[in-house]
């Protein structure tokens, strides 16, 4: 009897070790827009972008050629992909089989914190509310209650299919938040042309 209950309190004791994931992670995704500087195939797309809903402070994408590779491979995509659907570009945030929330400004998947530079809400490439407001004052620009919702923006989880893929444009208050599935994305973005 004494064998099982050290047994048991060894059972527990090591799956009360196991401590949960605390974020989320994207260490392959870069701020940095890439610059694509080889010649356009014929099997590329060069698409004009008047759009600025990608806008993380310096309009990244807004008045540029994007290079776009229609011919997608699942493989391709994963979190932090740029890809091109319904004439408008957006990252992929939620990946097959998971769970996306976004809580108070913050993005959460499978209840768990995105730890990455589009995972939270932003304004002007500012993260903090506190200093959006500061950057208005300090410029005499007015500020819009829209705009200053968007650090408190939530949704109710989503759960995603085999084939669904969550997508957010990195300004949130000027793209789309949606879940779509896999054959609805029209291309994925290499880049901008130099």
């Known amino acids: 009897m004494k064998r099982f209950a050290l047994t048991l309190c060894t059972f527990f004791l090591l799956i ?17 827009v890439s610059i694509y500087n080889q010649t356009v195939s014929s099997d590329l797309h060069a698409i004009h972008y008047l759009s600025d809903n990608m806008d993380r402070g310096n309009h990244e ?18 979190r932090g992909t740029i890809v091109f659907v319904d004439e408008e570009i957006s990252r992929i945030i ?7 929330k976004i809580d ?17 809400a932003h304004r002007l490439g500012m993260s903090n509310k506190e200093d959006y407001l500061s ?15 968007v650090f408190n923006y939530s949704r109710d989880e989503t759960n995603l ?17 949606k879940e779509i599935n896999y ?9 901008i042309l130099e």
């Open 16 to 32: 009360g070790c196991e401590s949960p994931q605390s974020a989320v992670t994207d260490t392959e995704t870069s701020t940095e």
């Open 61 to 78: 994408y807004f008045d540029s050629t994007l290079i776009v590779e229609p011919r997608i491979n699942e493989n391709e995509l994963n």
């Open 94 to 100: 939620g990946l097959p089989n998971e769970s996306v």
């Open 104 to 120: 108070n400004g913050k993005v959460l998947i499978d209840g768990v914190q995105l730890d990455t530079f589009y995972g939270k």
């Open 135 to 149: 950057f208005l004052k300090d410029n005499n620009a007015e500020t819009h209650n829209r705009s200053e919702s």
């Open 161 to 177: 299919g085999e084939y669904e893929y969550f997508l957010m444009s990195d300004d949130w208050l000027r793209g789309n938040i």
């Open 183 to 191: 054959n609805q994305i029209d291309g994925i973005v290499l880049g």
